[in-house]
């Protein structure tokens, strides 16, 4: 290894130990986050809750659980239940849709500000 390799490998490790300075791409990258988190965290748990409404529904028809569980015919509440499920799962993208251009306009502002202030250096 040659002499500009290993400075190149001491200047890398080097960086990792400096105390950074919060920039303000880091800033624009906070907020960035701060907009898109709420309405991913509401889409991936509602989603999740509809997929298991739907499983159950699904399960209700295919399976003897509804027997189990004292159902003389398990097939209608399983319809009902699954389709309950999609239902969910059919809302849940125009939902966070929503949110997000909500969050979005919300924070437009202050991104734009941010954004314009770092392309104009």
């Not at 500009?4 to 906070?30: G, H, V």
């Not at 399960?59 to 209608?76: K, P, Q, W, Y």
């Not at 499920?85 to 966070?96: D, F, Q, R, S, T």
């Amino acid at each position: 290894m040659n002499k500009n390799d290993q400075a190149f490998i001491a200047q890398k490790i080097r960086t990792q130990y400096m105390e950074q300075q919060p920039s303000e791409l880091d800033a624009l990258r906070e907020l960035d986050a701060k907009v898109k988190r709420p309405a991913n965290v509401f889409a991936y748990t509602f989603g999740g809750i509809s997929a298991i409404v739907m499983g159950a529904g699904m399960s209700l028809v295919m399976t003897e659980i509804g027997a189990a569980i004292g159902l003389a015919s398990a097939m209608a509440p399983g319809i009902v239940i699954g389709v309950v499920g999609m239902g969910m799962a059919l809302v849940n993208y125009p939902i966070y849709k929503g949110i997000l251009a909500s969050r979005k306009a919300k924070y437009a502002d202050q991104i734009l500000a941010l954004s314009e202030k770092i392309m104009n250096r």
